[in-house]
């Protein structure tokens, strides 16, 4: 099963790992990561904690 997310770089080279292998285990995880996101955004705190950080990552 390969992932429906495209990247700009192989997702593969930090590990070392084959593409597919990499991929499918980003497959897997997106789900309790969206849920994770949800559940965050779902208090002021944590919608302002995510806000918070994704300003940081632009930086």
Do not use: H, I, W, Y
Request: hydrophobic share 35%.
């Amino acid at each position: 099963m390969l992932c429906p997310f495209k990247t700009s770089q192989p997702t593969n080279q930090p590990t070392n790992q084959p593409q597919d292998k990499t991929q499918s285990v980003l497959f897997m995880t997106m789900p309790a990561l969206m849920d994770a996101l949800k559940r965050n955004a779902s208090t002021p705190q944590g919608a302002e904690a995510l806000l918070n950080a994704l300003k940081l990552e632009q930086a």
